[in-house]
């Protein structure tokens, strides 16, 4: 029998942010509550980091992980600390300190310019290409479909509490009802296509926006999403 040891390898996981401009613990306690109200399953046990970065304050952070986790969230750290006392609060509370790539590239030292290493060209082998899947028909009412590597297509329409996810891109031929997940590894050039809009939930590398702030105009239209500086965009497809 081989015995493996333990080990400590890098990833990629999707973690929804909460920017807050103070902590009230009343108004947060409601954004969250409304948040899992429209997409529970979505949500359920989802991480969630809090941007601090708007606040004069500290707040109590173990208030803040007490709140969120009675919410059914799962609170991982907080991000956009502007001063170490802050940080030494958080992480008294248990709670990690993450930078964004922003603010650890402006944290960086400056360093001298680095010698140019001689180059050499190495021709690598293609990557193989993994088939999209391909669902054909609606995806009913608490159905969920996972497209793991690549990218998702339904031939049909996506109703009212279903889910579809996708590494890569989600494509749907027909009216998008249930929530659409692309990206889901954080996959920031994935998209979402639909024939026609009318989602609970869209969200592309941990981006998400809800039916109640979808553009009234592109109700009930073809449309596509995608990333743009950070927040969803969507685009009539004409």
Known sequence: MVERDNELKGTT???????ISDG???????????KVAQAPQFF????????????????DFEQLKELVESEDFVLVGITGTQN??????????????????KSRKAELPPESAPIPAPVIEVKAAPAPLVPSKVHVGPVRSGQQLYAAGTSLVILGSVSPGAEVIA???????GTLRGRAIAGAKGNTQARIYCQQLQ??????????QLSDALP???IQQPVHVRLDNEQLRIDHIK
């Open 44 to 59: 359920n046990c989802a991480p969630l980091v809090i941007n601090v970065e708007r606040l004069a304050d500290i707040p």
């Open 167 to 173: 590494d890569d891109s989600i494509h749907i031929y």
């Open 199 to 208: 989602a609970e939930l869209l969200s592309i590398a941990g981006t998400f």
């Open 84 to 101: 170490e006392a802050m940080k030494t609060a958080a992480k008294a509370a248990g709670l990690a300190v993450m930078a964004s790539g």
């Open 13 to 19: 996981f999707t973690i929804s942010v909460l920017h």
């Open 216 to 218: 009234a105009g592109l």
């Open 24 to 34: 009230k613990p009343e108004r947060i306690r409601q954004l969250l509550a409304a």
